[in-house]
């Protein structure tokens, strides 16, 4: 069974640029998170979908982060204008539903500079 | 709201050396209880977890035990080896969200041979 994908696996921008990460959760998971973990801490929760619509999304910088899950399938995360506190891997998860275990992809390391 | 606290590393050991990864959580009613452990370049891979107090969670000689009355749930294993080398994340869930996950800040284990 292939796993959660994720790319690029590697990003390095400048402040105020915009960067956009891409994820392919296993196949049939209709629940989708997205988390920040910034170096020397465990990850954060960003937003949480179920299939198209979104469940929690109470930490999520809206004022320069989003996420969309148009077809319920792949996911886009975008942050636009980054700030050097930005810099972070960002991880991707799914699961089959709310109550089922989520599996994680190797996740994007984002570089601000 | 929920939180997970985990002795902070590195911690460094001998090969068959026994280890012991401290972790605490705060939280109302019963949350459910994870350990993850992530590899060097590898994504989050959930290792054990328990549900209900008293439950006790194992897998690859790692084991933690559901302690309701100390809000404990300590990683062991009794003989690490250098393929044991990782960071350790000690995470729960709770709520009508389902499995949305709190991580602790991570423990980074360094097995020497």
């Known amino acids: 069974e292939a796993g959660v994908a994720q790319s690029p696996r590697y990003k390095i921008i400048e402040k105020r640029q915009s960067v956009a990460f891409w994820c392919n959760p296993i196949?049939?998971?209709?629940?989708l998170y997205w988390y920040q973990q910034i170096l020397g801490q465990g990850p954060k929760l960003l937003i949480q979908?179920?299939?198209?619509?979104?469940?929690?999304d109470s930490q999520l910088p809206k004022d320069r982060f989003s996420a969309e899950r148009l077809k319920g399938v792949d996911s886009t995360l975008k942050i636009q204008p980054a700030k050097l506190e930005d810099s972070a891997v960002y991880l991707c998860?799914?699961?089959?539903?709310?109550?089922?275990?989520?599996?994680f992809g190797q996740g994007t390391r984002l570089t601000v500079v | 709201g929920n939180s997970v606290t985990q002795m902070e590393g590195p911690v460094t050991l001998s090969e068959e050396a026994f280890l012991t990864i401290n972790c605490t959580y705060t939280?109302?009613?019963?949350?459910?209880l994870f350990w993850y452990v992530q590899y060097p370049g590898e994504g989050l891979q959930l290792l054990l977890k328990?549900?209900?107090?008293?439950d006790k969670g194992s897998n690859k000689g790692f084991e933690a035990t559901y302690r309701k009355e100390t809000t404990s749930f300590h990683l062991e294993k009794g003989s690490v080896q250098v393929s044991d080398s990782a960071v350790y994340f000690c995470?729960?869930?709770?709520?009508?969200?389902?499995?949305?996950?709190?991580f602790g800040g991570g423990t980074r284990v360094l097995v020497k041979p």
């Open positions: 328990a549900t209900k107090a008293d």
């Open positions: 939280a109302t009613g019963y949350p459910s």
């Open positions: 998860a799914s699961s089959l539903d709310l109550a089922t275990e989520a599996f």
């Open positions: 995470a729960l869930t709770k709520g009508a969200a389902g499995n949305k996950l709190t």
């Open positions: 979908f179920q299939n198209n619509g979104v469940v929690d």
């Open positions: 196949s049939g998971h209709a629940t």
